[in-house]
């Protein structure tokens, strides 16, 4: 596979900035690293934040991000939507591989689900970025409500039982014996007394 093939399988990075920067020299320099990774064809758009403010507020993750911890939290870059670096420039490196690895499909999976079991359920990707959205992009399907798909594996805080398991009678049936036994045990021993 030749590097125009390379280059045409990456993913797109949306990058905000700060504006005005709070180091000029910085932010200037980065632009101008991000600037020749566009001319080798890394999908890379750059919102500032005066000149684009419509992007602040339409991307929803950067708002909610800035809402939440403020402006300190810029320059922020998402790969899709998700946040990959805040409070920080991504360096040259970090752009190439955030392109490179935005590209694989890699199997998610919630932290509850993979406690159930090995591998766990895989989560719902979201579809397309930022951009991808201002073009016009269907938006994802909702979330599962009710927590993971467990599959076969029974839910025992739910109430489930089932072959092997303990049944809702078993535990008064014992109760039942053990105080019978007791109570012939008491007629037995007052009858040679009288």
């Known amino acids: 596979m030749s590097d125009a093939d390379d280059l045409g399988q990456l993913a797109a990075l949306d990058i905000f900035l700060p504006s005005p920067p709070p180091d000029a020299d910085i932010q200037e320099a980065f632009l101008d690293e991000a600037a020749a990774l566009a001319l080798e064809g890394h999908p890379i758009t750059v919102y500032l934040q005066d000149e684009d403010a419509w992007a602040f507020e339409e991307c929803e993750p950067v708002r909610a991000l800035l809402d939440s911890a403020g402006e300190s939290a810029l320059p922020v870059t998402l790969l899709g939507l998700d946040i990959v670096v805040s409070a920080m420039y991504p360096t040259t490196e970090q752009m190439r591989r955030f392109a490179r690895a935005g590209t694989e499909a890699p199997e998610r999976s919630s932290a509850a689900a993979s406690a159930c079991g090995p591998g766990g359920a ?73």
């Open 122 to 194: 895989p989560m719902p990707r979201e579809a397309g970025g930022f951009a991808a959205q201002l073009m016009g992009a269907a938006p994802a399907p909702a979330r599962p409500a009710g927590g993971p798909d467990i599959g076969a594996r029974r839910n025992l805080m739910g109430g489930d039982i089932g072959d092997g398991l303990p049944s809702t009678g078993t535990g008064t049936s014992g109760a039942g014996a053990g105080a019978g036994t007791a109570a012939s045990g008491a007629g037995v021993a007052s009858t040679p007394a009288g």
